[in-house]
């Protein structure tokens, strides 16, 4: 009900395919705007390990990406949502409802049904980017402030109804800043597409040495940070070094500082196949994520960098922390621009084929605990926990 078009569509595929797994003799439903669904399908190709039907519904244009927002028209489009899904399970179905992303006003439209619907066994509220919404400015207007997601979170639901987040690292953030919330949060991994790693060919471990940034060029995926270091290891190395934004980028941004890359980033949106395309020819994925935005967001250029098995060099953030601390040399952890500078250094002036492969080694073994087929149990176990009456 937030994202169209080809938003968000690796990550929502993969969490599909995890629950088609985990549910092997369940039907699935999945219902989004037509080219979101679209795109899903084609990802997703014939159903793995469940019955998935594709139903369209609701176009989510109306104030697209601005979900800090109360709208009542929009809150009156997710009822009507929400309600046309429902309506088409048969009668007497025990129903599990999965939103894979949802504003504040979703939240609350399914707390409504969830209390006027006894077929409702469970609900997961996927929560993203979006989280960040309770740390940033609020409505003076009292009616606003008692639908925002921070009252969203904080609400006494019914039971049945519960938020997800996609690392351990968030939901603890979560609860540190509303424990109550935190007390109704689980955590699903965010998986990957393990058939997107065949795309795509992996450069000899030789000089130019490429390093990248994945995703749209913003200040929280840190462009800022990745356009100095570009430069000052571009004075310092010349050819020996390349970097590239594996993304794109906003018209209305100064065009000037992007001629330090190998190539100018894509002002449109690249086609998956072109992604991971050049995804796959980079040596390491740089990680200047912002600390203020990324404790409550999980990065999909993560899970990039996890399935095409790139090392990272990132700053020390907890998503980040505890995967190393989980599968170990995963790359460079830093604390601070000059330290990624000095971390690039070195794998420029002693490039070490051994320390490539055993962090290649161990990014396999990452990337085995987030594909779906190996998260599906976990959530199976974990619906049966929390959600008792669904079965």
């Known amino acids: 009900m937030t994202w169209r078009g080809r938003a968000h569509v690796p ?3 993969a969490t599909i395919e995890t629950i088609a797994r985990a549910f092997p003799g369940e039907k699935l439903r999945v219902f989004a705007e037509a080219g979101h669904l679209d795109a899903l399908r084609a990802l997703l190709g014939p159903a793995r390990g469940g019955e998935i039907g594709f139903f369209p519904a609701a176009d989510p244009a109306y104030l697209q990406g601005k979900t800090h927002i109360v709208s009542a028209r929009r ?19 025990r129903l599990f409802l999965f939103l894979l992303s949802a504003t504040s006003t979703a939240i609350f439209a399914a707390s409504l049904l969830a209390r006027l619907d006894r077929r409702i066994a469970g609900i997961h509220i996927g929560l993203h980017g979006n989280l960040n919404e309770i740390t940033g400015w609020r409505s003076r207007n009292p009616l606003a402030r008692a639908f925002d997601l921070r009252a969203a979170l904080t609400t006494a639901h019914p039971p049945r109804l519960r938020f997800l987040v996609l ?10 800043i509303l424990p109550r919330a935190g007390a109704r949060t689980d955590v699903l991994s965010l998986p990957l597409n393990l058939g997107e790693a065949e795309g795509g060919d992996a450069p000899p471990f030789a000089p ?15 462009i800022e940070v990745f356009l100095e270091i570009a430069r000052r290891m571009k004075a310092r190395f010349g050819e020996r070094v390349a970097f590239y934004v594996v993304g794109m980028i906003r018209h209305d941004l100064d065009q000037a500082p992007f001629s330090i890359l190998a190539h100018a980033p894509d002002h449109g949106g690249l086609s998956r196949a072109e992604f991971t395309t050049r995804l796959a020819s980079l040596h390491y994925v740089l990680m200047p994520l912002a600390p203020e935005y990324y404790a409550l967001s999980a990065s999909g250029a993560v899970i990039d960098a996890i399935t095409f098995r790139k090392p990272m060099i990132g700053f020390r953030l907890p998503i980040l922390a505890d995967l190393f601390a989980r599968f170990g040399d995963l790359g460079t952890l830093v604390d601070d621009v000059d330290e990624m500078a000095a971390a690039i250094a070195r794998e420029v002036e002693t490039p ?11 990014l396999t073994t990452a990337r085995a605990s987030r594909a779906p087929a190996a998260l599906a149990a976990g959530y199976a176990a974990l619906v049966a926990e929390k959600f008792p009456d669904f079965g």
């Open 11 to 13: 990550g929502n595929a």
């Open 75 to 93: 809150a009156a489009r997710e009822v009507a949502t929400l309600r046309r899904a429902l309506a088409g399970a048969p009668a007497g179905e």
């Open 167 to 176: 690392e351990e690292a968030i939901r603890r953030e979560l609860a540190r």
């Open 208 to 222: 130019p040495w490429r390093f990248g940034l994945i995703g749209q060029a913003t200040r929280d995926k840190g």
């Open 352 to 362: 070490d084929p051994a320390c490539q492969a055993a962090r290649q080694a161990a």
